[in-house]
């Protein structure tokens, strides 16, 4: 199964309640808050609609680009009887919460009058 980088990014902020809209194309394309939808037992979001939460970094591109990846996972099937459990979804889920907890640490740490560090990429 293959997705792109668009709909990880769009699954990501869904699981935080917030809705994008991609504009712009190539180097200029960004997303910005559409909307948020409160979360049962999440404080105020700290984005609001129009801002620009995503935008494309040409630092990140390879050097030779391809257009597409996409893994082949039929011999680890045939030869170890695998099958993957866990739906693009369900990773979002876990991977949104783990940053989510953290973040959510972090914030109580510098509340406390501790320093953190900062990780932005």
């Known amino acids: 199964v293959q997705y ?12 935080l309640g917030i809705t994008l809209a ?5 180097d200029q394309e ?4 559409a909307r948020v939808d409160p979360i049962e037992g999440q404080r105020k979001a700290a984005c609001a609609p129009g801002d620009v939460v ?13 257009e ?3 893994g082949d996972a039929s011999k ?6 695998w099958s993957p459990k866990t739906t693009l979804q369900d990773l979002v889920r876990d991977m949104v919460s783990a940053d989510f907890s953290s973040a959510q640490r972090d914030v ?5 009058g501790f ?3 900062d990780s932005y990429e």
């Open 4 to 15: 792109s980088v668009r709909q990880f990014v769009e699954l990501s902020a869904a699981e």
């Open 76 to 81: 680890a099937r045939v030869q170890l009887g």
């Open 30 to 33: 960004v997303a910005r808050v």
């Open 22 to 26: 991609f504009e712009g194309q190539g």
């Open 68 to 70: 597409t990846l996409l």
């Open 108 to 112: 109580l740490v510098r509340a406390s």
């Open 115 to 117: 320093q953190t560090y």
């Open 54 to 66: 995503v935008k494309v970094d040409p630092r990140y591109y390879r050097p030779t680009e391809v």
